[in-house]
């Protein structure tokens, strides 16, 4: 089964730039997807398809994807960007998978 | 207004069974598909599969056969997950969420989430 690998933590001061990972076995070659999730509420999507933003998602998030390696940037980062954030991959065989996630500190 | 609307928080004994909805509207109900996701206390998403809501066919993920069922109701837009013969280990955080059934890949809406709490 295909599998997702998300560092557990990745702290930012206020203002600067986040860069959350995502590494699979030639993860390039598939869409990835990342939803944000704060605590108590449903996952939000902030990003498919690689690099593309959802209605109502701030330009500072943004997204790459190459190798074996996708990255969910967040620019900017604020106060309100902190939470959980899982990226997402379609599996010809498994189906949906997701990534263990990875919580966003802003210090 | 585009959403999904999932039933309450449920507490249940082991062994017990449990059914939870998804009411979809704001769309056409037969254009996505819907899918059912877990998070367990602390954990992380996990996919359990999905429900064509053409065909109503189900697509189980490893480890969510058995006794998990997901059925439909496209007279009320209505999706559901039926679990049985629950354990501890099913006490977990339910989702639904759809994708768009023609080249869906993502989860572009998903409802609030039902808790699922299995204890004695």
């Known amino acids: 089964s295909y599998e997702l690998t998300q560092p557990l933590s990745v702290s930012v001061a206020l203002g600067q730039t986040a860069r959350i990972t995502c590494g699979g076995n030639?993860?390039?070659?598939?869409?990835v997807h990342w939803y944000q999730q704060k605590p108590g509420q449903a996952p939000v999507l902030v990003i498919y398809?690689?690099?593309n933003r959802p209605s109502g998602i701030p330009e500072r998030f943004s997204g790459s994807n190459s190798g074996n390696t996708a990255t969910l940037t967040i620019s900017r980062a604020q106060a309100g960007d902190e939470a959980d954030y899982y990226c997402?991959?379609?599996?010809?065989?498994?189906?949906?998978?997701f990534g263990g996630g990875t919580k966003l500190t802003v210090l | 207004q585009v959403q999904l609307v999932q039933s309450g928080s449920e507490l249940k004994k082991p062994g017990a069974s449990v059914k939870v909805s998804c009411k979809a509207s704001?769309?056409?109900?037969?254009?996505?598909?819907m899918n059912w996701v877990r998070q367990a206390p602390g954990q992380g998403l996990e996919w359990m599969g999905w429900?064509?809501?053409?065909?109503?066919?189900?697509t189980y993920a490893q480890g969510f056969t058995g006794r998990f069922v997901f059925s439909l109701d496209t007279s009320v837009s209505t999706a559901y997950l039926q679990i049985s013969s629950l354990k501890a280990e099913d006490t977990a955080v339910y989702y639904c969420?759809?994708?768009?059934?023609?080249?869906?890949?993502?989860?572009?809406?998903w409802g609030r989430g039902t808790l699922v709490t299995v204890s004695s």
């Open positions: 030639n993860i390039g070659s598939k869409n």
């Open positions: 997402q991959v379609w599996d010809s065989s498994t189906g949906g998978v």
């Open positions: 969420a759809r994708v768009d059934i023609r080249d869906g890949d993502y989860f572009d809406l």
């Open positions: 704001g769309y056409t109900f037969t254009s996505y598909a």
């Open positions: 429900i064509n809501t053409n065909t109503g066919n189900p």
């Open positions: 398809r690689d690099s």
